[in-house]
Nanobody, 125 residues
Framework: ALQLVESGGGSVQAGGSLRLSCVGS??????MGWFRQAPGKEREGVAR????????YYVDSVKGRFTISRDNAKSTVYLQMNSLKSTDTATYYC????????????????????WGKGTLVTISS
């Protein structure tokens, strides 16, 4: 079974940048995404990327600041995060999803097939 390992989290000041990486133990799913969970809050979808139509989707709160990308040869998905805000503080999780999760519908945790263990991002103001 596919395993996912995230890295790249850390502590930065507001306005700074981080790049998260997610390495898979084998071929990635066509539909890959990033979720995050802040303390006391539900896990929310942040971004997804779909190789079948080269599309990317972002939740409104990160549009224009975050970019999701992937390198299939390296079995790696990235999340470039710029102009970070204190509200971006959370544990970020990499996720592999069936194609249907990228074709339509919301980016929700219930549609995820494989989770990574997460990497913590802390933004100080």
């Amino acid at each position: 079974a596919l395993q996912l390992v995230e890295s790249g989290g850390g502590s930065v000041q507001a306005g700074g940048s981080l790049r998260l990486s997610c390495v898979g133990s084998g071929y990635l799913y066509s539909c890959m995404g990033w979720f995050r969970q802040a303390p006391g809050k539900e896990r929310e979808g942040v971004a997804r990327i779909f190789t079948r139509d080269d599309s990317a989707y972002y939740v409104d709160s990160v549009k224009g600041r975050f970019t999701i990308s992937r390198d299939n040869a390296k079995s790696t998905v990235y999340l470039q995060m710029n102009s970070l805000k204190s509200t971006d503080t959370a544990t970020y999780y990499c996720a592999a999803m069936p194609d249907a999760a990228c074709y339509n519908g919301p980016l929700v945790a219930s549609r995820v097939s494989v989770w990574g263990k997460g990497t913590l991002v802390t933004i100080s103001s």
